[in-house]
């Protein structure tokens, strides 16, 4: 299994990008996909992730200015995130619990991390 991030960059306060993450592989299920970021000098801390039955789930610090969509038929997820602040400056983190085929249980996958910088 693989997850492919994409859609960083660097954008000014107060504007907007949207990261894509798509799994790859053998899959039998997504359980849940979501994405965590790390800031330099920070732990990895979860942003927003989504189940898949449709329940999201989102960090304080992110709500009201982030969505996170799942797309169950190609095996993707999106972070829209709206007025940025300096502070959500970090590496972003595809993150999905999948089963594969032939297995019962699902596993914790990552993907490699995107930057997002946002200038003051």
């Known amino acids: 299994v693989q997850l492919q991030a994409s859609g960083g960059g660097l954008v000014q306060a107060g504007g907007s990008l949207r990261l894509s993450c798509a799994a790859s592989?053998?899959?039998?299920?997504?359980?849940?996909m979501g994405w965590y970021r790390q800031a330099p000098g920070k732990q990895r801390e979860l942003v927003a992730t989504?189940?898949?039955?449709?329940?999201?789930n989102y960090a304080v610090s992110v709500k009201g200015r982030f969505t996170i969509s799942g797309d169950n038929a190609k095996n993707s997820v999106d972070l829209q995130m709206d007025s940025l602040k300096p502070e959500d400056t970090a590496v972003y983190y595809c993150?999905?619990?999948?089963?594969?085929?032939?297995?019962?249980?699902?596993?914790?996958?990552w993907g490699q991390g995107t930057q997002v910088t946002v200038s003051s």
């Open positions: 993150n999905a619990d999948i089963s594969t085929i032939g297995t019962l249980f699902g596993y914790d996958y």
């Open positions: 989504t189940r898949s039955g449709g329940s999201t």
């Open positions: 592989g053998s899959i039998a299920r997504i359980n849940a």
